[in-house]
């Protein structure tokens, strides 16, 4: 089922978000600087990639606070308002709740990604 989630995930929206985020790690890698924001986009590139069967969990810290305040003025308000948009979208029909929820997900890491660790749901 993941993998049919994935699927129609990417399909419907999620090749933008991996796309967007694709290309703000690529920006951000440009300087020295920016590396940290550059390795935040690519970890969230993975997750916009398929997020079906990935669970997120957050560890706050003083480094991750400030890191996340540098995040939202720079790259981050920008990632989690077009998640947020999407989600909107597909949540507009029956079939694209589930969509939309990833979507939101997203949004949610995208906003605030130091400190986030996405991990593989393990099924036996």
């Known amino acids: 089922m993941r993998i049919v989630g994935n699927l129609l995930?990417?399909?419907?929206?999620?090749?933008?978000?991996?796309?967007?985020?694709?290309?703000?790690?690529?920006?951000?890698?440009?300087?020295?600087?920016?590396?940290?924001?550059?390795?935040?986009?690519?970890?969230?590139?993975?997750?916009?990639?398929?997020p079906f069967g990935k669970d997120v969990?957050?560890?706050?810290?003083?480094?991750?606070?400030?890191?996340?305040?540098?995040?939202?003025?720079?790259v981050g308000w920008e990632t989690a308002l077009t998640d947020l948009v999407i989600g909107a979208v597909l949540c507009l029909t029956i079939i694209g709740i589930p969509l939309g929820k990833q979507f939101f997900k997203l949004a949610a890491v995208s906003f605030m990604p130091f400190g986030s660790d996405i991990s593989v749901k393990h099924v036996l």
């Open 9 to 50: 995930w990417f399909i419907f929206g999620g090749f933008i978000a991996f796309f967007e985020l694709l290309v703000a790690g690529l920006l951000c890698c440009i300087t020295i600087v920016g590396i940290p924001f550059g390795v935040q986009c690519f970890k969230l590139a993975g997750l916009a990639a398929a």
């Open 57 to 74: 969990k957050y560890n706050v810290g003083f480094t991750a606070t400030l890191g996340n305040i540098l995040w939202i003025i720079f």
